[in-house]
């Protein structure tokens, strides 16, 4: 309650995409925001919540998950938000998935100092992790 506004809405704003989310997938989804945040600059905080929202197309569009998780969570020198499915993985070879929006994520936050990586996690699904600096 007594938190600067800069330091709520990313968790805000992922509160009502998680809501969005499994409203129009009925895929459960968690948000767990951790204590902690570091303030972010609007830039910043946009970015990121321009690659959960890719994450979650993505994973609306091809993962055939069961479920869904965001974690947001600050860190010594930045913001990590993370999201994590348990569907069917990253592409195989040969599979064409080649979108444009995780790259353009990647390209925003590069432009405030931060980075995308993706990846499969250990339920065989994908991890989506966003970070950027404070």
Do not use: Q
Request: hydrophobic share 40%; net charge negative; proline share 7%.
């Amino acid at each position: 309650m007594h938190a600067p506004p800069d330091t709520v809405a990313l968790a805000v704003a992922l509160r009502a995409d998680c809501r969005s989310f499994e409203e129009r997938t009925s895929i459960p989804i968690r948000l767990l925001v951790l204590d902690d945040m570091p303030p972010l600059h609007p830039s910043r905080t946009s970015a990121l919540v321009a690659a959960v929202r890719e994450a979650l197309l993505n994973a609306e569009k091809h993962a055939r998950a069961s479920s869904v998780l965001v974690s947001v969570f600050g860190t010594p020198d930045g913001a990590t938000v993370a999201v994590y499915d348990d569907g069917v993985g990253p592409p195989t070879a040969g599979e064409d998935r080649s979108g444009l929006g995780l790259a353009a994520a990647t390209d925003r936050l590069g432009r405030v100092g931060g980075y995308l990586t993706v990846g499969r996690n250990d339920d065989g699904g994908v991890t989506v992790r966003a970070w950027v600096p404070t």
